[in-house]
């Protein structure tokens, strides 16, 4: 794709953000989130720019030596063209620089596209959180990438 940036968030990216959250997931995160998001010291957010939108983003927390990937997507009428590799990409770099030593996540059992990227990029299925998900009850798949 032409035309893209990637970047750090701001908070004016935050409305965009909302609207991509409310089209991926049955359990979106709100504009008060991500607000707070900003002003937390372990966050960091990347976002992917394209003609003055956001259409796409991650986030990761570090912790220690830990780096938690909290959310990541892509608005819809985007997918399948390479950004997911992008956004996760950019964690990992994120990671690599603040010397984290491993990242981790939970995704959903049913959720093989999202597990596919993260297989792509070394993440490995380590456990199991059984009923994580509170609107199906769905179990959450742990994974884990050593750096
Ligand atoms: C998961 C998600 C971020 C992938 O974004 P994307 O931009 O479509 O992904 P990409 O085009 O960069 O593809 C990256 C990899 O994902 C996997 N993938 C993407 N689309 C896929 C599909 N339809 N079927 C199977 N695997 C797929 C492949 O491993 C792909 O690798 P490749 O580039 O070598 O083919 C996107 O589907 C999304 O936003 N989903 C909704 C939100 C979500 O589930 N987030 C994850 C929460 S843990």
New binding site residues.
């Given amino acids: 794709m032409d035309n893209v940036v990637v970047r750090d968030l701001k908070e004016s990216d935050i409305d965009d953000l909302v609207e991509?959250e409310k089209l991926?997931?049955s359990v979106p995160w709100t504009k008060s989130a991500f607000i707070k998001e900003l002003s937390n010291k372990l966050a960091k957010y990347v976002v992917i720019e394209h003609n003055k939108k956001v259409i796409?983003y991650g986030g990761i927390w570090l912790i220690v030596d830990e780096g938690h990937?909290t959310?990541?997507?892509?608005h819809?009428d985007?997918?399948?063209?390479?950004?997911?590799?992008?956004?996760?990409e950019s964690l990992i770099e994120k990671c690599r620089e603040n010397k984290v030593l491993s990242m981790t996540?939970?995704?959903?059992k049913s959720?093989?596209?999202?597990q596919?990227?993260?297989?792509?990029y070394g993440f490995k299925p380590v456990g199991i959180r059984p009923e994580y998900y509170s609107d199906n009850k769905e179990d959450a798949v742990i994974m884990w990438k050593d750096l």
Avoid: H
């Fill in positions: 991509i991926s997931f796409a990937i959310n990541i997507a892509v819809p985007y997918l399948g063209k390479g950004l997911g590799n992008i956004i996760v996540l939970e995704v959903r959720n093989l596209v999202a596919n990227l993260y297989k792509k």
